[in-house]
């Protein structure tokens, strides 16, 4: 696990700092992180994202961001292109099977993996849980109940 925030040319120092990595795996969905991962990434590494993180909530901001994952996903290996040589992979672009989830379901039941949760707000509480989220410094999931019976 890497914190993105520490230094200001991240796929740069790790180029620098390590050898190359055959697998990345980026949660929040930081483009430069994409757009420079051929500095630290194998050249048959694959970069696995959330997608990109668009920099607003604005309608026209999450079709930006849209347009920029079909982008790394079409051209990862045309580096004439403006490509990065890489394979890039979107979670929401997969195509999970059955096995797959219930691979999944299993670590999570068995606690091998865990959902890291921020914070949990009230249903009343919704517009102020977006704005929370809207911060950018969530360290986990953000969760509206929307059941007050839910845990």
């Known amino acids: 696990m890497v914190d993105y925030t520490i230094y200001p040319a991240l796929a740069s120092h790790l180029g620098d ?13 930081v483009q430069a992180l994409y757009t420079g991962c051929g500095k630290y990434l194998a050249p048959h590494g694959v970069y696995e994202s959330v997608g990109v993180r668009p920099p607003s909530f604005w309608v026209l901001d999450f079709v ?11 051209w990862p290996q045309s580096t004439w ?12 672009m997969m195509k999970p099977s059955r096995q797959d989830r ?32 809207g911060q950018g410094h969530a360290a986990g ?6 059941d007050p019976k839910a845990y």
Not at 19 to 28: E, G, I, K, T
Not at 107 to 127: F, K, N, P, Q
């Open 17 to 29: 700092a390590c050898a190359p990595f055959d697998f990345a795996f980026d949660c929040l969905g």
């Open 141 to 146: 999931k953000v969760v509206v109940k929307v």
């Open 64 to 74: 930006r961001a849209v347009i920029k994952m079909k982008a790394n996903e079409y």
């Open 81 to 92: 292109l403006g490509g990065t040589g890489r394979v890039y992979k979107g979670v929401s």
């Open 102 to 133: 219930q691979t999944v379901m299993d670590y999570l039941a068995s606690g091998r993996i865990r959902v890291v949760v921020d914070s949990t707000w009230e249903w009343e509480h919704a517009r102020a849980a977006y704005e929370h989220l």
